[in-house]
């Protein structure tokens, strides 16, 4: 069983290799470059017809729309490429018709936000991670210091690298994004596997002084 286990997990970290090796992880538009488009609208709108005309202006590019200003009534544009003049100026007439408005093409800025690399947007994580995790890490070799400390540290650092490791693994396969949820999600699942090995660690010594 454990040969089959081990097997899987080969197989799955060399695919998730290749994958990462030829186009690297899947990065969500916060992390990649994009060009931002900032308009101010003014008076109410719904985001459903700002991104229904952004959509038909950029039908082939990936584009996302937020409220922003103070009071809401500014819009801003994520297009993953290069915006055209052309696209502007029809993106600017789509818009007045669509809301009633008189927006100049000049009142459209249109800014160029480079990428993160990824490493670091984990480097962001690293201060506060591992500080934690020693503390962790601490608290168990002394709690369960019957059972042995290198056992201990051993098994917990050992089963958190290979969770992690296959997390990303699958993360890799799937093509789930990289954004900011992602992060959060790896620190909880090490959590969760310092949990588990906690109560393991409880029965084994539990089963020891019986």
């Known amino acids: 069983m454990k040969n089959k286990v081990f097997v899987g997990l080969a197989v799955v970290f060399v695919v998730a290799i290749i994958i990462i090796a030829v186009f690297g992880f899947n990065v969500d538009m916060d992390y990649k470059s994009y060009n931002l488009i900032d308009l101010k609208i003014g008076q109410e709108f719904k985001i459903g017809d700002i991104n229904d005309v952004a959509k038909e202006v950029f039908p082939k590019q990936n584009v996302e729309v937020q ?5 809401s009534d500014n819009v801003v544009i994520k297009v993953s490429n290069q915006v055209s003049d052309e696209q502007k100026n029809s993106l600017n007439t789509k818009i007045n018709e669509k809301l009633g408005i008189n927006n100049n093409i000049e009142d459209m800025k249109v800014n160029y936000i480079p990428n993160y690399r990824l490493r670091d947007i984990l480097l962001s994580y690293a201060g506060p991670f591992a500080i934690a995790a020693i503390i962790v890490l601490v608290y168990m070799a002394i709690k369960f210091r019957k059972i ?26 799937t093509r789930y994004p990289i954004n900011r949820l992602l992060m959060p999600s790896a620190i909880i699942l090490g959590m969760v596997i310092i949990t588990l090995m906690t109560g393991i660690f409880e029965k084994q010594i539990s089963a020891s002084e019986k």
């Not at 409220?67 to 009071?71: D, S």
């Not at 042995?148 to 396969?173: H, P, W």
């Open 67 to 71: 409220r922003a200003g103070v009071y």
């Open 148 to 173: 042995g400390v290198v056992k201990v540290l051993s098994q917990v650092i050992a089963l958190c690298v290979i969770a992690e490791a296959l997390f990303m693994a699958i993360v890799a396969i």
